[in-house]
């Protein structure tokens, strides 16, 4: 089991820049590819980003070229970098993990939605 909980989310204008960083605790110590997605009202789930243990990372096209993410083993944290943030960009951020073993922790950004662990979210909103 791990647990996550997300920070850094608030309201910024357009063009503005936030982090989100994610702790993660419990059973750290096993291998996990680490993952942001965000859900706006009214929309699906989008994943945004995510990063195995060897450190390669994937970007949704939306967000490719403004968005980082990145993580502290040390810390055990995740961050999210976002730049350049839009009003399009405005949801409920979400981060998550899955087991580094199973088939759903690939190079494929649209099964972070789908990773096992999940916090509780932090909103982002962007205005014009």
């Known amino acids: 089991q791990v647990q996550l909980v997300e920070s850094g989310g608030g309201s910024v204008q357009s063009g503005g820049s936030l982090r989100l960083s994610c702790v993660a605790s419990?059973?750290?110590?096993?291998?996990?590819?680490m993952g942001w997605f965000r859900q706006a009202p009214g929309k699906e789930r989008e994943g945004v980003a995510r990063i195995d243990s060897a450190g390669t990372t994937t970007y949704a096209d939306s967000v490719k070229g403004r968005f980082t993410i990145s993580q502290d083993n040390a810390k055990n944290t995740l961050y999210l970098q976002m730049n350049s943030l839009k009003p399009e960009d405005t949801a409920m951020y979400y981060c998550?993990?899955?087991?580094?073993?199973?088939?759903?922790?690939?190079?494929?950004?649209?099964?972070?939605?789908?990773?096992?662990?999940r916090g509780q979210g932090t909103q982002v909103t962007v205005s014009s």
């Open positions: 998550a993990a899955e087991a580094a073993w199973s088939g759903v922790c690939s190079s494929n950004i649209k099964h972070v939605i789908l990773f096992d662990y």
């Open positions: 419990g059973n750290t110590a096993s291998g996990y590819c």
